[in-house]
Every structure is written in structure tokens, then in C-alpha cells.
């Protein structure tokens, strides 16, 4: 009878998948750039692939980097540019240690500039405002090359409040601090309702731009490799299903984003496939990462800030 137990207690063990799940935690950004993951957790896609993923909102990247680097988190979304500024010692703070690598794509510039209803045109922003999350990375050298593009010079033609994550910019917009910022989806479209005035989409404005991208310490990857070829996996079947599902990816949409009619999620879901949206196979844009680089004067192909390994040894398995 013993043995029994025993080998009936062994047989459990080996189909069930609690026993063998790594636990990790994520930080990110606000907004539906966030589908791929919110679809992995809610399928239990994670799960699947060994993991028990836990999602949080920064703040913004000045949090987001200091958590990433205290180990809180192991993964994180976030800029591209953000992990350039900060290798190259120009961030929101300094790590002596600091380590972020992008292992993966998240999506190509995918933000509006959205100003206050009183503003109607790009020449309405002199003399005003405009609210970012960091002064020196992230959103907001997009933001200042398209106002430069527009004829308008930072400190020089407006001015700039740093406050922090999309929310922040948005509370920025609605009290009056600032009279222009970058806000992603379902934001924009929200404010849009509101009145507020879309001036224009930072992907149709750039081009081809590696916006935000799936990141973790070189450190932790180096000594969790499984771990981290198990994320990127989950992460490839994510994109790929919310580019053949749509009935699921914009249900997901419509649990996620409140207030939103039909035809909104539709419209949502077509910027989100279309061009300057997500990367359909989670892999970092070679011709978007050569345009951040240009934006920052930052010479080289790049391969400083990223580790496309684990998104081909996912790909192999």
C-alpha cells in the first residue's frame, strides 16, 4: 500500500506543472501596448512555459530602473531609448552596476502627442508647457524631435515639467500644468473623447522606431538562462496569438480597457497590428533601434544595449 501512495504521490508530481513553476516578477508602463502579456497571464501561458509571472505599473523609469536594478523586479517593459541613456550614464539616475538588456521587441512608437483643446496646431505650443516622464530619455527625445520637426526648439520655443509615467503625463494634461505630452493608448483615445486634440502618432511622424521593448539584467539572465528562454517563448506565442485571434485579443482589450465602445476596440486593435504597432515576432527592430540611436547621436549598431539570444533559443525550442 505504501508504494502505492508513493508512486501515486510521484505521478502527481510529474504532470503537475505548480511543482516546476519559477516565480518572477514584472514592471511596466500603463496602456494596451501591454496586450501581449495581459493575454499570456490570462490564458496561463506562463504557466505552461515553467513561470508564475507577477505584473506591476511603475510609476515611471525613474522607479522602474531603480526596482529593476535592486532585483524587485526581473523583467521589465520599457523604452528602448531608457536602456541607451542609462548604459551610456545619461539616465534619470546612475548605476555603477547597471546591466538592462533588451532580450525583445514590445512595439514601434506606438503614442500620440495629444495637447490641450485649446491648442489646435503645432505653433498654438509656443510659449507652453510640455510634461515627460524623464527630460533625457525615454518618450520624450521623441517628443523633441517631432516639435523640431514642427519648428519648435526645447527651452527655447516651450518649455518641460518631468512627471513621470503615462498617468502622470495625462493628469499633466487635465489640471493645466502642461499643454502638450506622449500618451499611448487607450489614453489618447479617452482624452481625444474628452476634447483634447490629437496633433499627432510618433510612428507616422518617425517612421520605423523600436519603442518599448521586454528587458532584464544581463546578470540575472546570465545565471537563469531557462528562465529567461522560458519568458521570451511565452512572450513569442503572445504576439502571435493576438495577431490570429482578434475575438480574443480585443476581448482582452475590452476587459482591460473601460469605457471604450466597439468600434473604439476595433480602431485600437488595427493600430495595434497595423504599421508602428506591435512586433508581430517579439523581436527588436534593427532598422527602429538604428533611429533611436540617430535621436541620441549614439554611434553603433546597437548590439550594446540588446542580447537577441534568448529570443532565438525560445524560437528553437
Same mark, same amino acid.
Given at each position: 500500500?505504501?508504494?502505492?501512495?508513493?508512486?501515486?504521490?510521484?505521478?502527481?508530481?510529474?504532470?503537475?506543472?505548480?511543482?516546476?513553476?519559477?516565480? *518572477?516578477?514584472?514592471?511596466?508602463?500603463?496602456?494596451?501596448?501591454?496586450?501581449?502579456?495581459?493575454?499570456?497571464?490570462?490564458?496561463?501561458?506562463?504557466?505552461?512555459?515553467?513561470?508564475?509571472?507577477?505584473?506591476?505599473?511603475?510609476?515611471?523609469?525613474?522607479?522602474?530602473?531603480?526596482?529593476?536594478?535592486?532585483?524587485?523586479?526581473?523583467?521589465?517593459?520599457?523604452?528602448?531609448?531608457? @536602456?541607451?541613456?542609462?548604459?551610456?550614464?545619461?539616465?534619470?539616475?546612475?548605476?555603477?552596476?547597471?546591466?538592462?538588456?533588451?532580450?525583445?521587441?514590445?512595439?514601434?512608437?506606438?503614442?500620440? @502627442?495629444?495637447?490641450?483643446?485649446?491648442?489646435?496646431?503645432?505653433?498654438?505650443?509656443?510659449?507652453?508647457?510640455?510634461?515627460?516622464?524623464?527630460?533625457?530619455?525615454?518618450?520624450?527625445?521623441?517628443?523633441?524631435?517631432?516639435?523640431?520637426?514642427?519648428?519648435?526648439?526645447?527651452?527655447?520655443?516651450?518649455?518641460?515639467?518631468?512627471?513621470? $509615467?503615462?498617468?502622470?503625463?495625462?493628469?499633466?494634461?487635465?489640471?493645466?500644468?502642461?499643454?502638450?505630452?506622449?500618451?499611448?493608448?487607450?489614453?489618447?483615445?479617452?482624452?481625444?473623447?474628452? $476634447?483634447?486634440? @490629437?496633433?499627432?502618432?510618433?510612428?507616422?511622424?518617425? $517612421?520605423?522606431?523600436?519603442?518599448? *521593448?521586454?528587458?532584464?539584467?544581463?546578470?540575472?539572465?546570465?545565471?537563469?538562462?531557462?528562465?529567461?528562454?522560458?519568458?521570451?517563448?511565452?512572450?513569442?506565442?503572445?504576439?502571435?496569438?493576438?495577431?490570429?485571434?482578434?475575438?480574443?485579443? @480585443?476581448?482582452?482589450?475590452?476587459?482591460?480597457?473601460?469605457?471604450?465602445?466597439?468600434?473604439?476596440?476595433?480602431?485600437?486593435?488595427?493600430?495595434?497590428?497595423?504599421?508602428?504597432?506591435?512586433?508581430?515576432?517579439?523581436?527588436?527592430?534593427?532598422?527602429?533601434?538604428?533611429?533611436?540611436?540617430?535621436?541620441?547621436?549614439?554611434?553603433?549598431?546597437?548590439?550594446?544595449?540588446?542580447?537577441?539570444?534568448?529570443?532565438?533559443?525560445?524560437?528553437?525550442?
Amino acid at each position: 500500500m505504501r508504494v502505492i501512495i508513493a508512486s501515486a504521490a510521484l505521478a502527481v508530481l510529474a504532470i503537475s506543472p505548480v511543482w516546476a513553476q519559477t516565480e *518572477v516578477s514584472m514592471i511596466s508602463f500603463g496602456g494596451a501596448t501591454n496586450l501581449p502579456v495581459w493575454m499570456a497571464l490570462d490564458r496561463g501561458m506562463f504557466e505552461k512555459n515553467g513561470l508564475k509571472v507577477k505584473m506591476d505599473q511603475t510609476a515611471g523609469s525613474k522607479e522602474q530602473m531603480a526596482d529593476l536594478m535592486s532585483g524587485k523586479y526581473q523583467f521589465a517593459t520599457t523604452a528602448f531609448d531608457n @536602456i541607451v541613456a542609462h548604459t551610456e550614464g545619461q539616465g534619470s539616475a546612475q548605476f555603477a552596476n547597471y546591466d538592462l538588456t533588451a532580450i525583445g521587441g514590445v512595439h514601434s512608437g506606438l503614442n500620440s @502627442i495629444v495637447a490641450r483643446p485649446e491648442v489646435k496646431t503645432w505653433n498654438d505650443l509656443r510659449g507652453k508647457v510640455a510634461s515627460v516622464d524623464s527630460p533625457s530619455s525615454g518618450y520624450a527625445t521623441v517628443l523633441y524631435e517631432i516639435l523640431q520637426g514642427k519648428g519648435l526648439i526645447k527651452d527655447k520655443d516651450y518649455t518641460i515639467i518631468s512627471v513621470g $509615467g503615462t498617468g502622470a503625463r495625462v493628469d499633466s494634461l487635465k489640471d493645466g500644468r502642461a499643454a502638450v505630452a506622449v500618451v499611448s493608448s487607450p489614453q489618447d483615445m479617452q482624452l481625444e473623447k474628452e $476634447g483634447f486634440t @490629437i496633433l499627432g502618432d510618433a510612428a507616422a511622424a518617425l $517612421g520605423e522606431y523600436q519603442g518599448s *521593448v521586454y528587458a532584464t539584467r544581463r546578470s540575472y539572465a546570465k545565471a537563469n538562462e531557462k528562465t529567461v528562454v522560458a519568458f521570451m517563448k511565452t512572450i513569442q506565442q503572445a504576439h502571435e496569438l493576438l495577431f490570429t485571434d482578434k475575438a480574443a485579443a @480585443i476581448a482582452m482589450l475590452k476587459q482591460r480597457s473601460k469605457g471604450l465602445s466597439d468600434s473604439d476596440l476595433e480602431l485600437m486593435y488595427k493600430r495595434l497590428t497595423g504599421p508602428g504597432g506591435l512586433n508581430r515576432d517579439s523581436d527588436v527592430n534593427q532598422k527602429g533601434v538604428a533611429a533611436v540611436l540617430r535621436l541620441r547621436g549614439t554611434p553603433g549598431d546597437g548590439s550594446k544595449y540588446m542580447d537577441a539570444s534568448f529570443s532565438k533559443k525560445a524560437r528553437a525550442n
